[in-house]
Structure formats: C-alpha cells, structure tokens
C-alpha cells in the first residue's frame, strides 16, 4: 500500500517574530527523525496542537477519531476518566511524523510505556519545574544535587533541556517495575532533593509554594502522562527544541534558548544520540534504596 502524505498550509507563519513558518517545523522533523522516532515508537501519543502558531493556546487532542489515514498505527486504550475508549495516534515512522506535524503539532508527547507494555515504563522521570521568578541556574543546581544523589545510589540519569523554563531527568527501568513503584521510587528521589534545598519542593500548587520555590515533579510517573519528548520542538519563543545533555554540559551559564530547531541539527550529528541510555539496561531499585540510605 502506498503510503500517501497531503502536506498542507506550509507557508503558514507558526513564530511570527522569527518568521518560521508550518514548513520549516515539518522541515525539522524530517531532519531529525532518525534521533525521535526511537523514543516515539509503539507510544500513544497526547497531540498538544498548534495550528495557529505560538500565539495560539492550541488544544489537546488525544482521540484519533477518523483524522488517521489507513497506514497509521494507533492504540486503543480504556480511559476510566471518561468511562470510553481513546484512539491514540502511534508514531512509528517518518510519514506518520510528518502527518502528525502537518495536524499542528509542533511538539510530540508520548507515554512513558510502550502499547504492548502499558502499564511498565521505560523510565522513571524528574521535571524540575522552575517559577517564573525563578532563573536557569537554579534549575541547574536542582539537577546537580539530583545528580548527586543518582550517583550516591549508583542510578544513571540523563538530562535534556523540557525547551521550556526547566530540565528533565530520565532514570531507565526497561519496564521492570509498575507505573506505582517508579512514581514511589520518583518521590524518594524528589524528597531527597528537597532536604537538600529549601528552594525545592514537592508542592505542586503554584499559590501554595513558597516565594521562588523549585518543584520538583515525580507525578509524571503516572499512566498517561507525558512530557516533550526529546528532539522535540517547542511552540515557545525562538522554536526551542527538548535537547539532550552532557552532564558536563549542566552547569551556570546553560539557557535553553541555545537550542532551537534552527541549530540543533549540527550539534545532533555531532554528539550522536545522548538519549539512547534512557532506552537501556533498566536501574535495581531496592538496590538503589539500600545505598541511599546509607
């Protein structure tokens, strides 16, 4: 069968201080898909679109209803929120990319399982979520001392700019462990960052933190949550892209406006996938637990 793609509106102007329009994000993700289409493949997808531009709040969009041609993978999966069944999208290849860009989404956002593993994730996941008063090298010393502690338990973590105001913290368990137990495992690691420093906290509620308080969030370990993928763009100003780390690299001085899709694709095939850990041999948790608590 012929995979057939109608590229559409792609002179439509998506960042209007930059001038970048719908084809030059589809552009990019042509470009990279090599680097996202591993950490995109067999996940449902939450579609966040944009089909206005940056200026535009955008939607949610999970249910594929009748949008998907007939060459598209997707998953029904039971939402008990809703008491119904939801079609979500799967990103398998570079046309199922471009198809889901050309719907106006400029950043993709999978599950942290795969369909045929629900319920396991291949990671467990650290958001350190900055207020607006916050500045980048605080996120930076909240990373530092997370990384501290991943070393203390012996726990290989891999950093990547959210192409927002924060950075994410992706620890492997290869499925190994429920969605539960990674979430409980995020807390400890979250509480120990926060008895660390006080400018942290697992306050989620903006109103009830305390002034330029950090949070650091384990509540993305839950089925159905999800982050920007790495290598994925951003709908923010500069057209910032979720980028991969060198820990060496965690240090004063980093923005995430140094990455955008106008630049990244040299840095990628230089420095190679720095994400593929997230995807590898998976962490021992009671292991890990033993050593934290020495």
């Not at 002179?11 to 995109?40: A, H, M, Q, R």
């Not at 993978?73 to 939402?79: C, V």
């Not at 980048?136 to 991943?150: M, P, R």
């Amino acid at each position: 069968m012929v995979k057939q793609l109608t590229l559409t509106h792609l002179d439509k102007i998506y960042w209007p201080d930059e001038k970048i329009t719908k084809g030059d994000i589809i552009n990019y993700y042509e470009s990279v898909s090599k680097f996202i289409l591993p950490y995109l493949k067999n996940r449902p997808l939450s579609l966040k679109r944009n089909p206005n531009g940056i200026r535009d709040n955008g939607f949610y969009h999970k249910d594929a209803g009748d949008i998907a041609p007939v060459w598209m993978k997707t998953a029904d999966i039971y939402a008990e929120s809703t008491n119904k069944i939801v079609h979500y999208l799967v990103c398998n290849d570079v046309r199922s990319l471009l198809f889901i860009a050309n719907l106006g989404c400029i950043e993709m956002n999978p599950w942290n399982s795969v369909v045929d593993k629900l319920d396991n994730p291949d990671y467990i996941v650290i958001d350190i979520d900055p207020s607006d008063k916050n500045s980048f090298n605080e996120v930076i010393d909240v990373a530092l001392v997370l990384k501290e502690i991943l070393e203390k338990g012996k726990l290989s973590g891999f950093c990547k700019t959210s192409g927002a105001s924060g950075l994410h913290v992706y620890i492997p368990c290869n499925k190994k462990y429920a969605y539960e137990e990674a979430r409980d495992f995020a807390r400890i690691l979250a509480t120990l960052v926060t008895e660390k420093l006080p400018t942290t906290t697992l306050e989620r509620s903006l109103s009830k933190r305390k002034k330029n308080q950090i949070y650091v969030d384990y509540l993305q370990n839950s089925r159905g949550q999800t982050l920007a993928s790495a290598y994925s763009a951003r709908p923010k100003p500069g057209a910032t892209v979720s980028t991969p780390l060198e820990w060496k690299e965690v240090k004063h001085g980093l923005l995430p406006s140094d990455f955008t899709i106008k630049n990244v694709l040299k840095r990628f095939n230089k420095k190679g996938d720095l994400f593929k850990g997230t995807l590898g041999k998976g962490i021992d948790i009671p292991k890990a637990l033993s050593l934290l608590i020495k």
